[in-house]
Every structure is written in C-alpha cells, then in structure tokens.
C-alpha cells in the first residue's frame, strides 16, 4: 500500500493540541542487542525493546502542558497521536491511531527574539503503555503493567502469562 498522510492530530490527555502543534516524533522502536562471536563472524542477538521515547512541540507556552511535567510514575498521561491515511493506489481512505501512557521527561522552553519565539519542546518518557493501530488492526501493543506484547496481531506474551498465572 502506498499511503500519503493528510492530516494528524496530537493529543496529551484531553488537550487537543492541533491547533498549537508544531511536530510530533513517534517512539522509534529499537530492539536491544547482544553481541556475540562465532570464530570470525559477529551476530547481534535481539534481546529486549529498548525504553521507547518521544518529542513534541507546540508554538507558544502553555500552562495546562507545562503542568504535567514532574509528574510520578503511575501518574501518567494519555498521549493520543491520530493519522488519516490517503491509500493512493486503491484511492481508499484508512486510519492511524497511536496511545501512549507515559511521563513528560522534559520541558526546553524555547528562544525568544524579539516578540517571536521557537516551539516549546516536550520529551515523553517512562512508556508503560504503547498501542499502534493501523486501520483496526494491532500492529504494536506493549504494556509493562500486563507484561503484554504484541506484534502484528500476534500475542507473542500469552504463554508466558498463561505460565505466571499457573
């Protein structure tokens, strides 16, 4: 599928934030690696997802975003990040949706010169929940609190959790 994006949205809890957003970066999703040796050729081992993170900006200093900064473990905000599609070869319409539970990490508030400012950039850390939804399907679901992972509507945790619960 050859897909085009023609519009996104942001949302930090109930904060709609499209109509002061300047960009928002995804979670880049890394695997962990282990190196290893076997005589004169390396390997690296996929071992775990590394703790995804995230930015944001919007234009101009706003209170109601500022506030959840400081914020606790278990405390955590809703990041919501929406995404229509253009299927440019089917010339159909699909859709993205992407929740985050986590943690504001950091504020860098931005430059000032004169009366024109930069965005202010907001670092989102401490992921505990993540699920990626492209067009009703699951792509990506990661969950720390349910030790759940899935990935392309696959539960790879199930039988470890079917395990724990014995």
Known sequence: MDSIIHGANWYVGEINCKKRL???ALPDLRM???RMAFGWFGFELPTDIEPPTFEFGVYGSHRDLQSRFGREAGDWTTFTYYERLRDITKGQNKGRVVIIKALIMDVRHPRVIGKRADATRYGGG?????????DGETIHKFSVENQTLVIDGIDYSSEGNRLIAA
């Open 22 to 24: 300047e960009a928002v």
């Open 32 to 34: 962990a690696r282990e």
């Open 126 to 134: 401490g992921v505990w929940f993540y699920h990626d939804i492209f």
